[in-house]
């Protein structure tokens, strides 16, 4: 499995960011697929995570109502929508897949076997 994320950059606070996440090496229809983030000096936290069949989707408190996960079958892509951006929001955000996720552990960093290489987005205020 590869995971390579992109669409990180620099944006003001109140922009708006659209990460990308594409996956290859497998079928991903059973798989669970997540975004999460670590900011400088801080542990690595979980921000969104869904089921790549649909529905079963989750939210960190501080990014729900702002930030979406979705995806496009077509081209084996997993999105996060980022809007109404804080300086909080600071972080390089890693996506993240794993089969066989339980639905209580969807949150946890250790459910996820396989890992992208991060995209960084930073957020001046």
């Known amino acids: 499995v590869q995971l390579q994320a992109s669409g990180g950059g620099l944006v003001q606070a109140g922009g708006s960011l659209r990460l990308s996440c594409a996956a290859s090496?497998?079928?991903?229809?059973?798989?669970?697929m997540a975004w999460f983030r670590q900011a400088p000096g801080k542990e690595r936290e979980f921000v969104a995570s869904?089921?790549?069949?649909?529905?079963?989707?989750y939210y960190a408190d501080s990014v729900k109502g702002r930030f979406t996960i979705s995806r496009d079958n077509a081209k084996n892509t997993v999105y996060l929508q980022m809007n109404s951006l804080k300086s909080e929001d600071t972080a390089v955000y890693y996506c993240?897949?794993?089969?066989?996720?339980?639905?209580?552990?969807?949150?946890?960093?250790?459910?996820?076997?396989?890992w992208g290489q991060g995209t960084l987005v930073t957020v001046s205020s």
């Open positions: 993240a897949a794993g089969s066989g996720i339980i639905l209580t552990s969807m949150r946890q960093i250790r459910a996820y076997a396989y």
């Open positions: 090496g497998r079928t991903f229809s059973s798989y669970t």
């Open positions: 869904m089921r790549w069949s649909g529905g079963n989707t």
